[in-house]
């Protein structure tokens, strides 16, 4: 099925709303994330005084520019689309750290840091990510300033100058960040933009199930979960009665299955996709990876099983190494 009803000209392919976070990468051993009272596989919202003390526990493979949605936008960038930030950071040196990180990556960043006393109370965000032998990732965020992004925070020229607006459901915890989603999809669709939605996590599905159901019936264009997402969402453990009800809730869902591949619905019809066979290290932001694979491809116009192999192509560069960040250029390898 080739991709139809794509907006006039736009200054960007892609829009990503989400949590502005430095992410702090950590080796571990297989008991490490229970011994310390996580679920393994699991992110968990952690305040100033647990990310002190998990921060000298560790010891440190990587610190770098992260959150779903800016993960997403790099890689697109690095495989030739267009594409814009907005996401909420302090103006200390993780910040600009932070802001430096999208500049290098190609991703317009114009969001305004907190200043002053805001910026103390809420310094830049940051997720520690314990990564065990396995390549599974457990993490743990302080949001910091993610907390106060809020409607005023939509840029709207920017919201209305970009072909798909996609947020990350992981920016759905702050009642100011559900107003803003609820804002940006509003400007978006007045502009004849599209809108997609990450659900990031089966644990923030669980915090706002009825919600995100809401949201998605009455705001998303584009679904992107993984199984476990998805069946978080429609509480149940079976995939195809989950796949089944989400068909019937919105026309076009993206659905990831590790290394079962991943599942295209549109409209009632499904595509299956295999995935790319890689070793794994780290799992971290595979399916961020997959989302810009897909959308950098459906906003250039492929077919949607075209969409969905960039998906698995970029998703397997990022997980066969430590953090979320292609190390390669995908536009050169992929012809893109």
């Known amino acids: 099925?080739?991709?139809?009803?794509?907006?006039?000209?736009?200054?960007?392919?892609?829009?990503?709303?989400?949590?502005?976070?430095?992410?702090?990468?950590?080796?571990?051993?297989a008991a490490f994330p229970q011994d310390n009272g996580m679920t393994p596989g699991s992110m968990t919202l952690i305040d100033a005084d647990r990310a002190k003390a998990l921060y000298a526990q560790i010891k440190r493979e990587k610190e770098m520019?992260?959150?779903?949605?800016?993960?997403?936008?790099?890689?697109?960038?690095?495989?030739?689309?267009?594409?814009?930030?907005?996401?909420?950071?302090?103006?200390?040196?993780?910040?600009?750290?932070?802001?430096?990180?999208?500049?290098?990556?190609?991703?317009?960043?114009?969001?305004?840091?907190?200043?002053?006393?805001?910026?103390?109370?809420?310094p830049t965000a940051r997720c520690i990510i314990l990564v065990t032998p396995d390549g599974q990732r457990t993490m743990n965020t302080y949001l910091g300033a993610c907390v106060t992004f809020s409607p005023e925070d939509v840029l709207v020229d920017v919201v209305r100058a970009s072909k798909v607006i996609y947020m990350e459901g992981y920016l759905f915890d702050?009642?100011?960040?559900?107003?803003?989603?609820?804002?940006a999809a509003r400007i978006a669709h007045d502009a004849g933009r599209k809108v997609a939605l990450s659900l990031s996590d089966r644990f923030c599905?669980?915090?706002h199930r009825h919600a995100f159901h809401e949201l998605v019936r009455g705001h998303i264009d584009i679904l992107?979960?993984?199984?476990?997402?998805?069946?978080?969402?429609?509480?149940?453990?079976?995939?195809?009665e989950a796949a089944r009800l989400v068909s019937a809730e919105t026309h076009f869902a993206v659905l990831t299955r590790s290394e079962r591949g991943s599942i295209i619905i549109q409209d009632q019809q499904r595509i299956v996709i295999d995935s790319v066979r890689t070793q794994v290290i780290d799992t971290t932001g595979a399916g961020?990876?997959?989302?810009?694979?897909?959308?950098?491809?459906?906003?250039?116009?492929?077919?949607?099983?075209?969409?969905?192999?960039?998906?698995?192509?970029?998703?397997?560069?990022?997980?066969?190494h430590y953090g979320a960040r292609p190390l390669m250029n995908m536009r050169q390898d992929m012809d893109f």
Request: charged share 20%; proline share 4%; aromatic share 8%.
């Open 1 to 29: 099925m080739e991709n139809t009803g794509q907006a006039a000209e736009c200054r960007f392919d892609l829009l990503g709303i989400g949590n502005a976070i430095v992410d702090v990468l950590a080796p571990v051993d």
């Open 65 to 122: 520019g992260g959150g779903s949605a800016a993960n997403t936008c790099v890689v697109a960038s690095n495989m030739g689309a267009r594409v814009a930030y907005l996401g909420k950071v302090a103006a200390d040196a993780p910040g600009q750290a932070f802001a430096a990180d999208m500049q290098a990556a190609g991703v317009y960043f114009p969001s305004s840091p907190l200043q002053g006393d805001a910026g103390e109370n809420h």
């Open 174 to 183: 702050p009642p100011d960040a559900q107003e803003a989603f609820r804002t």
């Open 224 to 240: 992107f979960a993984n199984e476990d997402e998805i069946c978080a969402l429609y509480q149940t453990d079976d995939f195809d």
């Open 288 to 320: 961020d990876a997959y989302a810009a694979g897909f959308l950098a491809g459906w906003t250039s116009d492929r077919t949607l099983a075209e969409c969905g192999r960039l998906g698995s192509v970029a998703a397997s560069e990022v997980i066969s």
């Open 205 to 207: 599905v669980d915090r």
